[in-house]
């Protein structure tokens, strides 16, 4: 059972940049696919973008694409999301998620999560 720690959010301004962090142990990282999500108050989670296991393919929730990124680095265990951009609905907490069947979109996939990093952005 793999777990997950997130790092990185904090009270940014809009129109600026950020990077989270996702470290993974206790299992093999690299026969998971990789997701990040963000639930903001009274609001339901929402997938922000996923990475497959080897990294070569990406997924993009619409109110992210081209401002998001997402990369992992398996020999180190970790998972990235660079958010450029950002703006006050992106306000949120992003937690990131491991997905042992492979499929980025399919939300019930992703069976083990992190406690969550606040992200905050300031108009």
């Known amino acids: 059972q793999v777990q997950l720690v997130e790092s990185g959010g904090k009270l940014v301004q809009a129109g600026g940049s950020l990077r989270l962090s996702c470290a993974a142990s206790g299992g093999t990282f690299s026969t998971y696919a990789m997701g990040w999500f963000r639930q903001a108050p009274g609001k339901e989670r929402e997938i922000v973008a996923a990475i497959s296991r080897s990294g070569v393919s990406a997924y993009f929730a619409d109110s992210v694409k081209g401002r998001f990124a997402i990369s992992r680095d398996n020999a180190m265990n970790m998972v990235y999301l660079q958010m450029n951009s950002l703006k006050p609905e992106d306000t949120a907490v992003y937690s990131c998620?491991?997905?042992?069947?492979?499929?980025?979109?399919?939300?019930?996939?992703?069976?083990?999560w992190g406690q969550g990093t606040q992200v905050t952005v300031s108009s």
């Open positions: 998620a491991a997905n042992p069947f492979g499929t980025l979109g399919v939300v019930i996939q992703y069976n083990y």
